[in-house]
């Protein structure tokens, strides 16, 4: 079993910051990435940010130079700083985690339960 537990969501004007984080706990043996997807009413969920073990990143266009993914591998957790937020940034956000256990070598994925980001003013 494992278990992400985010936060960090809310009301933020356009313009704004907002920092969602997300930790992760269980059975895990290895992260091979974790990241952030969003999903807004009426449309797909997406990729926001990823960064995998090795820190590599990668970002949606539409949140270069304004979102930054980073983690901190000894507390399993995943930050996604939001800078400079738009009214279209507004979608429930979901963490997602990519890892094995320890018995089990085969790439697993675990999300979270989501947290809402509204942009308004």
């Known amino acids: 079993q494992v278990q992400l537990v985010e936060s960090g969501g809310g009301l933020v004007q356009p313009g704004g910051s907002l920092r969602l984080s997300c930790a992760a706990s269980g059975s895990i043996f290895s992260i091979y990435a974790m990241g952030w997807y969003r999903q807004a009413p009426g449309k797909e969920r997406e990729l926001v940010a990823s960064i995998t073990t090795g820190d590599n990143t990668n970002y949606a266009d539409s949140v270069k130079d304004r979102f930054t993914i980073s983690r901190d591998n000894a507390k399993n957790t995943v930050y996604l700083q939001m800078n400079t937020v738009k009214p279209e940034d507004t979608a429930v956000y979901y963490c997602?985690?990519?890892?094995?256990?320890?018995?089990?070598?085969?790439?697993?994925?675990?999300w979270g339960q989501g947290t809402q980001v509204t942009v308004s003013s």
């Open positions: 997602n985690l990519e890892y094995r256990t320890r018995y089990n070598p085969v790439r697993q994925r675990s």
